[in-house]
């Protein structure tokens, strides 16, 4: 197989320096952590029924693939990560990981993931993971990130496919259920990352990266996380209103959704020195993300189990 100009046969997977912690940091095991729930959540609510022991090994798959793009991410980021406090301790610029081992172990790991998940659920999981690694690498991060403030607006597609990748693991297809769900994590996406910069909005201005505050500015920054909240409750309901979920989960993402859109106004008010409520709606959205899609996982469990 060619990767680039080279044969992977030839690729030197040496990493004589970097520990088994340093290669799982490489993965950004918090983001993949996210990506795989939201992919095991659409697994299991797909209509179809995976034998438990592939569901886990596609599921493993599946998290290869997130930690190679977060993998080669960190390769092509480098530079930037060593400027930002909260990178700039990341295995590349710490030096524990070199920039080759990087890229070795990211293209072996995404080939992998991809090549397994193909034997294990078919070709579309396989093709939709590995357009999940190409757009999250070349078209967020290569591309997108470094040239326009609506690098997280775009780019959010790539987070957002594992519960369609899970789902097509499971059903062999892609359902109008599966699309809710990457709506979700796409309009999550923005509101989520602009309050992070709004309080680490030097770091990204010493790294030269275009996000919202330092473009826009703060106000309009914190008016489009206002709108895009707006947006982000009512679409967190739609698994109950198109009936895939019931009314536990119905109720359960309406109040996450209200709790979502009064952290997202405390920040629309907030005068320009105050981050708390940014960081208060950062935490928070790292929350509802896990909430929303654990509340649509027991929903699916507890019906199936009465309806069996």
């Known amino acids: 197989m060619l990767i680039g100009k080279r044969r992977l046969s030839d690729i030197d997977v040496a990493l004589s320096g970097a520990t088994l912690s340093d290669l799982f940091a490489l993965m950004k095991p918090r983001v993949m952590a996210l990506a795989v729930f939201t992919a095991f959540v659409g697994m299991v609510s797909a209509p179809g029924v995976l034998n438990p022991a592939v569901a886990m090994v596609a599921i493993a798959a599946i998290a290869l693939g997130a930690g190679a793009a977060g993998a080669l991410n960190m390769w092509y980021d480098m530079d930037i990560d060593a400027m930002m406090s909260r990178t700039s301790q990341r295995p590349l610029p710490s030096g524990r990981v070199t920039s080759e081992e990087a890229l070795n172990f990211g293209l ?22 590995a357009f999940t690694i190409f757009f999250y690498v070349v078209v967020y991060t290569m591309w997108l990130k470094r040239s326009t403030p609506q690098n997280i607006v775009i780019g959010g597609a790539a987070g957002a496919l594992p519960p369609v990748v899970g789902w097509a693991a499971a059903a062999n297809g892609v359902g109008i259920e599966s699309l809710v769900l990457f709506l979700i994590v796409f309009l ?23 996000m919202m505050p330092n473009v826009a500015g703060e106000a309009s920054t914190r008016r489009q996380i206002f709108a895009y909240s707006l947006l982000l409750a009512p679409v967190g309901v739609l698994p109950w209103v198109l009936g895939f979920a019931s009314a536990f989960y119905g109720f359960a993402s309406a109040g996450l959704g209200a709790g979502f859109i009064w952290r997202a106004w405390r920040v629309l008010i907030a005068s320009g020195v105050d981050k708390r409520g940014a960081k208060a709606l950062f935490a928070y959205s790292i929350l509802y993300l896990f909430a929303i899609f654990a509340a649509l996982l027991i929903d699916t469990i507890a019906t199936r189990a009465l309806t069996s």
């Open 108 to 129: 072996l790991t995404a080939t992998v993931s991809v090549m397994l998940l193909e034997m294990l659920a078919g070709w579309l999981a396989a093709s939709l993971l």
């Open 188 to 210: 999550w996406t923005p509101p989520h990352f602009w309050a992070l910069a709004l309080f680490k909005v030097g770091d990204y201005a010493r790294a030269g990266i275009p």
